[in-house]
């Protein structure tokens, strides 16, 4: 079997009756056409050539596009393009208890046969599933390839109040302890020195500019732009959307540090094309996004063992943290120290300030302190009264 050009992890050849040439969702003859594609694999893969130029995002869909196509013809045994609203809720239930057999550790995490699930998708990555195979199908819908979409009868769930304040973060205080254990890793042999100077810079990198890492695998020496003697770095982001992050002379010394180490000039050069983050072993090519989670997972996880003796309860934190947890925590400690809520919202490019309240955490501490020094005030006060 051979995979689709676009990588879609399923077998293009798929009988009749499952490739979707008969579907009965299929848009009747009379609907004009905007698209050639007359099977389910190819119509997907048209969808998803439309975010060619957004890697992240191409990546995140195929998932779901393969997730969903691979459950409708080996479990429901339909094409896609047969999928009706009673479907949509059993798969549904399906990304709540995907089977063993789909969350195998044996299987690779590339290819035709590989690993789509790590086990039962939590709800928000339920909702976003969702969300994404929604827009799939309201493409082929306005494509003229499908009749109909069974996502449109979706219940909608009310938002409950504001968005809750972000958690996945460390405090100022935990972080200072990540960068002091790491600072105490060995530095024996010359791969041990290469394990330290890429932790420590990939950490301090994430963590000032607030990337995400397909962000931080992209970025490159052309992106560190010097104007009226500051540093900034170009970004292009989710959707395409540019931005302009501030970067300070200690970064930028980190980075002269991390380059000389490898051989290079401590400056980035202006129409260079070697990557922010370096290969193995300092080779000038490009990590991928999976690859860059990995390593400060890696570290996380080692932190964490470091931690472990002494607090088990930092431990475990540190142990959960990610590449995101980096941004949510560049943000949160942005916020702590009085940075202005737009400036926070131009550095992480976020559309809606609404989206960046949530890491005012400052304000909510200082709410409940008042509230609970008031009561106790009180309380000391009434205990004060009695004979």
Same mark, same amino acid.
């Given at each position: 079997?051979?995979?689709?050009?676009?990588?879609?992890?399923?077998?293009?050849?798929?009988?009749?009756?499952?490739?979707?040439?008969?579907?009965?969702?299929?848009?009747?003859?009379?609907?004009?056409?905007?698209?050639?594609?007359?099977?389910?694999?190819?119509?997907?893969?048209?969808?998803?050539?439309?975010?060619?130029?957004?890697?992240?995002?191409?990546?995140?869909?195929?998932?779901?596009?393969?997730?969903?196509?691979?459950?409708?013809?080996?479990?429901?045994?339909?094409?896609?393009?047969?999928?009706?609203?009673?479907?949509?809720?059993?798969?549904?239930?399906?990304?709540?208890?995907?089977?063993?057999?789909?969350?195998?550790?044996?299987?690779?995490?590339?290819?035709?046969?590989?690993?789509?699930?790590?086990?039962?998708?939590?709800?928000?990555?339920?909702?976003?599933?969702?969300?994404?195979?929604?827009?799939?199908?309201?493409?082929?819908?306005?494509?003229?390839?499908?009749?109909?979409?069974?996502?449109?009868?979706?219940?909608?769930?009310?938002?409950?109040?504001?968005?809750?304040?972000?958690?996945?973060?460390?405090?100022?205080?935990?972080?200072?302890?990540?960068?002091?254990?790491?600072?105490?890793?060995?530095?024996?042999?010359?791969?041990?020195?290469?394990?330290?100077?890429?932790?420590?810079?990939?950490?301090?990198?994430?963590?000032?500019?607030?990337?995400?890492?397909?962000?931080?695998?992209?970025?490159?020496?052309?992106?560190?732009?010097?104007?009226?003697?500051?540093?900034?770095?170009?970004?292009?982001?989710?959707?395409?959307?540019?931005?302009?992050?501030?970067?300070?002379?200690?970064?930028?010394?980190?980075?002269?540090?991390?380059?000389?180490?490898?051989?290079?000039?401590?400056?980035?050069?202006?129409?260079?094309?070697?990557?922010?983050?370096?290969?193995?072993?300092?080779?000038?090519?490009?990590?991928?996004?999976?690859?860059?989670?990995?390593?400060?997972?890696?570290?996380? &996880? !080692?932190? +964490?063992? $470091?931690? #472990?003796? *002494? %607090?088990?309860?930092?431990?475990?934190?540190?142990?959960?943290?990610?590449? @995101?947890?980096? &941004? !949510?925590? +560049?943000? $949160?400690? #942005?916020? *702590? %120290?009085?940075?202005?809520?737009?400036?926070?919202?131009?550095?992480?490019? @976020?559309?809606?300030?609404?989206?960046?309240?949530?890491?005012?955490?400052?304000?909510?501490?200082?709410?409940?302190?008042?509230?609970?020094?008031?009561?106790?005030?009180?309380?000391?006060?009434?205990?004060?009264?009695?004979?």
């Amino acid at each position: 079997m051979t995979e689709h050009p676009l990588s879609l992890a399923v077998p293009q050849a798929l009988p009749p009756v499952l490739s979707g040439c008969a579907g009965t969702n299929r848009a009747p003859a009379n609907v004009a056409r905007q698209i050639a594609a007359n099977d389910d694999v190819a119509a997907i893969g048209l969808w998803l050539a439309e975010y060619h130029d957004s890697p992240h995002t191409f990546r995140s869909y195929r998932k779901e596009a393969e997730r969903l196509l691979l459950w409708a013809t080996q479990i429901r045994g339909k094409p896609v393009s047969s999928l009706t609203r009673e479907d949509v809720i059993a798969y549904e239930a399906f990304l709540c208890h995907p089977p063993a057999t789909w969350c195998d550790d044996s299987l690779a995490r590339r290819g035709e046969h590989r690993r789509l699930f790590t086990g039962p998708l939590a709800e928000r990555s339920r909702r976003q599933a969702l969300g994404i195979l929604a827009g799939l199908f309201n493409y082929l819908v306005r494509a003229g390839y499908l009749a109909g979409s069974p996502f449109v009868l979706q219940r909608r769930r009310a938002r409950r109040g504001m968005p809750r304040a972000i958690e996945r973060y460390l405090d100022r205080s935990l972080w200072d302890d990540v960068l002091h254990s790491i600072d105490g890793w060995p530095r024996s042999t010359n791969r041990d020195c290469q394990r330290y100077e890429r932790a420590r810079w990939v950490l301090r990198f994430l963590y000032e500019t607030a990337l995400r890492a397909s962000e931080a695998a992209a970025a490159c020496e052309s992106d560190f732009q010097r104007v009226r003697g500051r540093w900034w770095l170009h970004v292009v982001g989710k959707g395409g959307v540019e931005g302009q992050i501030p970067l300070s002379d200690h970064l930028m010394e980190d980075f002269a540090r991390y380059r000389g180490f490898h051989g290079l000039p401590p400056a980035p050069a202006d129409n260079g094309k070697i990557p922010a983050i370096l290969g193995i072993a300092g080779r000038a090519s490009a990590l991928t996004p999976t690859a860059i989670y990995q390593i400060v997972k890696a570290t996380f &996880r !080692h932190v +964490a063992d $470091t931690l #472990q003796k *002494e %607090d088990a309860a930092k431990a475990s934190r540190v142990r959960r943290a990610s590449t @995101h947890w980096l &941004r !949510h925590t +560049a943000a $949160t400690h #942005q916020a *702590e %120290d009085g940075t202005p809520i737009h400036h926070i919202q131009q550095n992480l490019r @976020h559309s809606s300030i609404g989206t960046t309240s949530i890491y005012l955490h400052a304000e909510e501490d200082s709410r409940h302190a008042s509230t609970t020094r008031t009561r106790a005030d009180a309380s000391q006060q009434r205990e004060g009264d009695l004979p």
